[in-house]
């Protein structure tokens, strides 16, 4: 594909300094430059709160760049705070890079929140002008349009009625019908589609879609919901804490930016300086560590056996420990509990590495956690507990090989019962 | 594949890089920006566009009772209200220029940390939009001025209301100046809104608004003068009443240090406009 580059990122930092921000009143600045001089501590920064240094920096973007091309529909994905809608305003023009150059052939029209600039007062046709000019389109350019945006916002009878009486689903309408109509060679958009009813929102996918394939502009599109991104995007951009990870085709990016998700399920849990919830716990045995074995994160198959191993030491002879997993689904609750039948032993000093196997095929897919302890069984099957819950250990259960119906979760739950056997 | 490119977004600024000609494509925007104050402004209130007559009218009356008739200052032979409204028209012109243009970082951050456009737009539309209120009550001065005269008083405009125009330009040249001089730096230090409201009430009385430049010493009055504001409202108030004379060689300072105010309050804006959102 030759077509001619529209946005090329290059190389692009941009800094926050963490923390430094100023007292944000001139006296507070003063006050604090004056301690500096004195070699004082500063009267302005909290007690105990970690100071600063100059040189604490953060970076929001570290040194991204691509390309688009003319006609192209970009989408870019990532996790909070991967710097989407960082990226976003540079190219836009709300903030300046810290370093790098971005090269831009034509106008600009950036979305990042619906009805921009919208007065309440005045009425719809009025906020259609005052909208597409702050969206950069000239007086005449939007008396050409200004038919067809009514018709698209389906607002018509209330065109001439002030804003401030619009239902906010007619508010939004509106506002999306100004900028889909804009002449602008680029067009971006910050999760704006997840507003309007879902009729109104194929409409505007739709749009968004001729104005990419017909009108041969550039879109570049930011959203969490992977669905709209399939439907518009010709080419998906991976962003994680700042830097590109993955550029290309869309399923292979949504593949990529899904298994990052993984990230905030672990598999190593240091339990050492971890404050305990009974002061009883670790007196007899002590829980180290525990960690998910031959994962690089713990998101099992349905099905998959959940391998843990517990690092625990055994403070004095102990034997007859066991251990317990109580499982609970992350939003809604307890689920249930498994113990081991056979016991372990430990000697007093020694370091126990206990490897364990999960069985959570009755589970629905989500995500659950893990409260895990070793416990004490003495001859009369009294039973006290040694150490753990200390931690709450997530485990995501997901069906990749489909082999069940599908599972209504809100309807039946979270668990798998045994298939009922017809006797006659 | 060589590549020209229409626009390159780079980290800073060129320092004097004015970027006066976007400000040109986006005149639709001012447009819209004057219209949109206007509409709004005065929806939802009884007297609607009244205010921008009730508000001078109560002014002069007030001036006149405490100025005028309490502490009897001198008003160079000319009705004591139409000295004041001359004044307080010009003045108010200045005064709204000033502190409405110098919230604009911090009243648009909204907008602005959306979308982008010159942002000069604000402030200029600002500007453009105060002399509606100008225009009004100055229409209201000239009515008054006209009952004046035909009552036989004192009043004699002359030539120089042909001027008119030119005072216009310098006291939004100057009140855009510093306005946007201050609305750079609340991004920073919000202490200076509060301190705008306060001083320009101040600046009022450093400036020939409620007492005519004759019952000054020759000292104070060169001191008086050196404030920029002060034969503008001077000359205004010669060329609409006659009364005192022009005062060139201080107008003419005025103009070189507006001019200079305003270039620096540019310069200021745009190296500010480029980050202000990571610290407003």
Redesign the interface.
């Known amino acids: 594909m030759?077509e001619?580059?529209m946005l090329?990122v290059e190389d692009v930092y941009k800094r926050?300094r963490l923390g430094t921000?100023?007292g944000?009143?001139?006296?507070a600045?003063l006050q604090s430059w004056w301690a500096k001089v004195r070699h004082k501590e500063d009267p302005n920064s909290k007690i105990g709160a970690k100071t600063y240094g100059k040189n604490e920096v953060f970076y929001a973007l570290n040194g991204i760049s691509f390309e688009v091309r003319k006609g192209e529909a970009l989408g870019i994905i990532g996790g909070n705070g991967a710097g989407k809608s960082t990226t976003l305003?540079?190219?836009?023009?709300?903030?300046?890079?810290?370093?790098?150059?971005?090269?831009?052939?034509?106008r600009?029209t950036?979305m990042?929140?619906v009805g921009?600039?919208f007065?309440p007062?005045?009425t719809g046709r009025?906020n259609i002008?005052?909208n597409g000019?702050?969206?950069?389109?000239?007086?005449a350019e939007i008396d050409k349009k200004i038919e067809e945006i009514i018709d698209f916002s389906e607002c018509r009878q209330f065109i001439d009625t002030?804003v401030k009486r619009y239902s906010s689903g007619m508010y939004v309408k509106l506002a999306f019908s100004v900028a889909a109509h804009l002449d602008s060679e680029i067009m971006i958009m910050d999760e704006v589609l997840a507003v309007g009813d879902m009729a109104f929102q194929k409409k505007c996918i739709d749009k968004m879609k001729s104005i990419a394939n017909d009108e041969g502009r550039t879109i570049l599109y930011v959203s969490h919901n992977m669905n709209t991104i399939r439907q518009l995007c010709d080419r998906c951009v991976v962003l994680d804490k700042g830097k590109v990870i993955f550029e290309g085709d869309v399923e292979k990016a949504i593949e990529v930016y899904m298994n990052f998700e993984s990230s905030t399920f672990p598999t190593n849990y240091d339990c050492n300086n971890v404050l305990r919830d009974d002061l009883n716990f670790g007196k007899k045995a002590f829980i180290q560590s525990v960690n998910f074995l031959d994962k690089n994160s713990a998101i099992y198959d349905s099905g998959e056996k959940i391998k843990i191993e517990v690092v625990w030491k055994s403070i004095v002879n102990i034997d007859n420990v066991g251990v317990r997993m109580a499982v609970k689904q992350r939003t809604s609750g307890n689920i249930g509990m498994a113990q081991s039948k056979e016991t372990l032993i430990g000697k007093e000093g020694d370091v126990n590495r206990s490897i364990f196997e999960l069985d959570l095929s009755n589970l629905c897919d989500g995500e659950y956690y893990i409260k895990l302890f070793l416990y004490e069984s003495d001859m009369s099957g009294n039973v006290f507990d040694l150490d753990g819950a200390m931690h709450t250990i997530f485990v995501k259960i997901k069906t990749i090989k489909k082999t069940r119906a599908v599972w209504k979760q809100n309807y039946w739950g979270n668990v798998y019962l045994n298939e009922i056997k017809i006797l006659q | 594949m060589e590549q020209t490119w229409k626009k390159v977004i780079e980290p800073k600024n060129k320092l004097l890089d004015l970027k006066l000609g976007e400000l040109l494509e986006y005149k639709d925007l001012i447009w819209m920006f004057v219209k949109r104050s206007f509409k709004s402004q005065y929806k939802q209130t009884i007297l609607g566009p009244a205010w921008f007559v009730i508000n001078p009218l109560i002014t002069s009356v007030l001036f006149t009772v405490v100025f005028g008739g309490i502490a009897k200052i001198s008003t160079d032979g000319v009705p004591q209200f139409l000295f004041y409204m001359a004044g307080n028209t010009a003045w108010s012109y200045f005064a709204t220029c000033l502190t409405n243009t110098s919230n604009t970082f911090v009243a648009n951050a909204g907008v602005f940390g959306k979308v982008y456009f010159p942002r000069l737009v604000m402030p200029i539309s600002t500007v453009i939009f105060s002399v509606l209120s100008f225009l009004i009550q100055l229409a209201l001065l000239v009515g008054f001025m006209i009952y004046f005269m035909a009552i036989g008083e004192n009043v004699q405009p002359n030539m120089y209301i042909l001027l008119l125009p030119v005072f216009v330009l310098h006291m939004a040249a100057m009140g855009l100046g510093f306005g946007i001089i201050i609305s750079s730096l609340t991004t920073k230090y919000r202490d200076l809104t509060i301190l705008v409201g306060f001083g320009v009430q101040l600046w009022m009385y450093i400036t020939p608004v409620v007492y005519p430049v004759s019952t000054l010493s020759d000292k104070l009055k060169a001191l008086i003068m050196l404030n920029p504001m002060a034969p503008v409202v001077n000359n205004f108030k010669y060329a609409m009443l006659g009364c005192g004379k022009m005062e060139w060689g201080y107008w003419g300072l005025s103009a070189i240090v507006t001019a200079v105010v305003l270039f620096v309050g540019i310069v200021i804006f745009n190296k500010v406009e480029k980050t202000f959102m990571d610290t407003v």
């Open positions: 030759a001619e580059l090329k926050y921000i100023g944000g009143t001139l006296t600045d305003k540079l190219i836009s023009q709300v903030t300046a890079p810290t370093e790098g150059k971005i090269y831009l052939n034509g600009i950036s990042l929140e921009t600039g007065h007062e005045l009025e002008y005052l000019a702050i969206l950069g389109m000239t007086k002030p």
